[in-house]
């Protein structure tokens, strides 16, 4: 078992920065891929941005890309998302998602893939 909590969710203004942070305690965090989801009011859970258990793959969602970044601290069994020039389309409840590496598993977009979740954190992006 893996156990998620997230932080650092708060009321933004168009083009804010803001880092989102992931702490994960159980079992050994560095043989787990995780992931950043959003669900918005009334829409699907959606993937904005994967990390693979080194570090070395990343996948960030079409809508995200240039803006956030996603980043692990083994060291620290944590795992980040920096978001930055946010816009009131990101508003969203933000998920940390984790799964147990395998080497066949190359899809990070698909909330069904992950095995653990965090309890989420609100993000609120408006002027």
């Known amino acids: 078992q893996v156990q998620l909590e997230e932080s650092g969710g708060g009321l933004l203004q168009p083009g804010d920065s803001l880092r989102l942070s992931c702490a994960a305690s159980g079992r050994t965090f560095s043989n787990y891929d995780m992931g950043w989801f959003r669900q918005a009011p009334g829409k699907e859970r959606e993937c904005v941005a994967a990390?693979?258990?080194?570090?070395?793959?990343?996948y960030y969602a079409d809508s995200v890309k240039g803006r956030f970044t996603i980043s692990r601290d083994n060291a620290k069994n944590t795992v980040y998302l920096q978001m930055n020039s946010l816009k009131p389309e990101d508003t969203a409840i933000y998920y940390c998602?984790?799964?147990?590496?395998?080497?066949?598993?190359?899809?990070?977009?698909?909330?069904?893939?992950?095995?653990?979740w965090g309890q989420g954190t609100q993000v609120t992006v408006s002027s």
């Open positions: 998602a984790g799964r147990e590496h395998v080497w066949y598993r190359h899809r990070y977009y698909d909330a069904r893939d992950y095995d653990y």
């Open positions: 990390i693979n258990w080194s570090g070395g793959i990343t």
